[in-house]
């Protein structure tokens, strides 16, 4: 197996480590959050931000480095239409992703002292994680974009 290929095997990968981990821990703190208990919010809200740290932003950070470097080696610029185009939806999507990020550090903080103090969800939480939830939809749907145009690679 030459470079080339393994560094697109590592590229696809990281996007499925980065989207899959991203949808996964959303549905789980969506779903969560709708059941209103205080003790499973927390659980799943800290575990979100550690599947984050883990293995989502290793990848946010691999997918642009070798996302360049596949596209130089497959002879590519950065005028190539699907090129240019997934790079803007990709830093779109991050964009969004970052205010995310604080959000859920946030979220997690809350629903920690909440838990500790036995006292309900803030109203505050409600209204991050409604923010949290309404930043994630354009996210995903760029990224969807992306996987078609990475796999199609349209004129």
Known sequence: MNTYLIVKWLHIVSSVVLVGTGFGTAFYLFFCNRSGK?????EVSRLVVRADTWFTTPAVIFQ???????????????????IAASIALYLFAGAC??????LQLRLRDMA??????RRPLPD????????WEILG???FAAMVVVFYLMVNKPV
């Open 97 to 102: 992703w970052l205010p995310v990020v604080w």
């Open 112 to 117: 920690a002292a909440a838990r500790s103090s």
């Open 137 to 139: 939809y354009p996210a």
């Open 124 to 131: 505050r939480y409600w209204r991050y994680a409604r923010r």
């Open 64 to 82: 642009p480095l070798s996302g360049l470097w596949l596209m130089h080696a497959g002879g590519w610029t950065l005028g190539t239409g699907w």
């Open 38 to 42: 205080v003790e499973a919010i927390a």
